[in-house]
């Protein structure tokens, strides 16, 4: 018989090994990010940022599975809120990922919605608040890409509640949630994004559980966050801080969000994400290895 446990499946993405870009001289090559992640312990991976891994589908597949790895999600940036305008350039960066992430076997693809402000510099790029009409465009717009991209690759959309967005706060997070279909739009719940913006985990999964569709397990330093916030930085400045922090040191407790994840009993992606852009390289390794032994003591 299969337990609620067992239907929880963790992994680590390449973001735990300081990875936000294709290409970028201070990250780690990929085939290091593969041999260390399933030396970690890891048997789920995400593509990361398109073009980081082979986007040829039988190599990545020839990389992959001599690691024993799988892939659970492809990742797309999209800014739904501006509308219809937006669309077709939209659909250009989502049809390459979802193609490969159909080919991998996966079945969801992480939407994460576009900054207000720029995540390096802190320049503010538009409102931090939407309109009404902005708001329904997002919601709009993500029904159409969730419906696009569930006809043509068979894919689930999970929309990620990030940092810098305006799908943030408990608030907006639930604004959104009400505002969309639930048989179309369900959540990818970022822990260390949704405690960053003020939001409790294991109140949503509790409030809204048949919305979530996905996990990303991280933590915030609430010390350094308390900075952050003091100070307004933006999310990129903040992550270089380190307000992303090792498990189990900072917030929210993730053993009570698996327990309440475990109760859902769905089948449920948990990929652990650490942020920690940029890092030196041989900081990743020994974390991700701490990190599969600490979740496996929460019971997963």
Not at 62 to 89: C, I, K, M, Q, Y
Not at 143 to 162: C, Q, T
């Amino acid at each position: 018989m299969t337990t609620a446990k067992t239907r929880i499946r963790i992994g680590s993405a390449p973001d735990s090994w300081g990875v936000w870009f294709p290409d970028d001289p201070r990250q780690v090559p990929w085939t290091r990010f593969l041999d260390e992640v399933a030396g970690a312990g890891y048997g789920w991976i995400e593509l990361g940022p398109y073009g980081y891994l082979p986007t040829d589908p039988a190599r990545l597949a020839d990389e992959t599975a001599r690691r024993n790895l799988r892939v659970s999600a492809g990742t797309v940036f999209t800014g739904l809120h501006h509308g219809p305008a937006v669309w077709d350039t939209t659909w250009e960066h989502v049809a390459d990922v979802a193609e490969l992430t159909r080919a991998t076997g996966a079945g969801h693809l992480v939407v994460i919605p576009a900054f207000w402000r720029d995540d390096k510099t802190g320049e503010v790029l538009e409102s931090s608040t939407l309109t009404a009409a902005q708001w329904r465009d997002l919601a709009g717009q993500t029904e159409r890409l969730a419906r696009e991209v569930r006809e043509r690759y068979g894919l689930r959309i999970v929309v990620h509640p990030h940092a810098d967005t305006h799908i943030d706060s408990e608030e907006n997070v639930a604004r959104f949630l009400d505002a969309t279909d639930p048989d179309l739009v369900n959540l990818c719940l970022d822990t260390g994004h949704y405690a960053y913006c003020g939001g409790d985990s294991v109140k949503l999964i509790e409030t809204y559980g048949e919305r979530i569709g996905y996990l990303h397990l991280k933590q915030v330093d609430p010390d350094v966050l308390a900075q952050v916030h003091a100070e307004e930085l933006p999310f990129g400045p903040a992550v270089a801080r380190g307000v992303m922090c090792e498990p189990p040191a900072g917030v929210p407790a993730l053993e009570p969000v698996l327990a309440a994840a475990q109760a859902l009993d769905v089948d449920l992606f948990a990929i652990v994400e650490q942020d920690m852009y940029p890092c030196d390289p041989d900081r990743p390794l020994p974390i991700a290895t701490r990190t599969r032994a600490f979740l496996r003591s929460c019971g997963a």
